[in-house]
């Protein structure tokens, strides 16, 4: 089973964050986040970010070991962009759009061994000697 994250509506254009995706797709998580954070980018931190995230969501939410996480997959896809105008001469108005990202990834790796359950031998013992 695989553990998702993402992140929606990061103000940087898609184009500029694939080329930094690109750069740990198929990696180890935390070979990933060490790249990532050597990587002089602005979209690094919103990767670096999102992978921190899904690793957080596999040890504690689902179970999985931290040391043995690799990503599956990560897509970057468009997301809202804002449209804007600039001056230009003769007092017109050009067009112009701000474009956002929406950032998703999926990594696995190995559950951890379920905790086996305490025994309730304490509690019995007191009552009988009662």
């Given amino acids: 089973m695989s553990v998702k994250a993402t992140a929606k509506g990061v103000r940087i254009s898609p184009r500029k964050v694939q080329v930094v995706a690109a750069l740990v797709r198929g990696r180890s998580v935390d070979d990933a986040l060490t790249i990532l954070s050597h990587t002089p980018r602005r979209s690094a931190l ?32 468009n997301g809202p962009s804002l449209k804007r105008y600039r001056p230009a001469a003769r007092g017109r108005a050009l067009r112009f759009k701000r474009n956002s990202s929406h950032i998703s990834v999926l990594i696995e790796g190995e559950k951890r061994p379920a905790a086996k359950p305490k025994a309730e031998a304490l509690p019995n013992k007191a009552k009988e000697s009662k």
């Fill in 46 to 77: 919103a990767v670096k970010k999102v992978i921190a995230s899904a690793k957080a969501n596999a040890t504690h939410n689902h179970g999985y070991k931290s040391e043995g996480l690799q990503l599956v997959q990560i897509t970057v896809t």
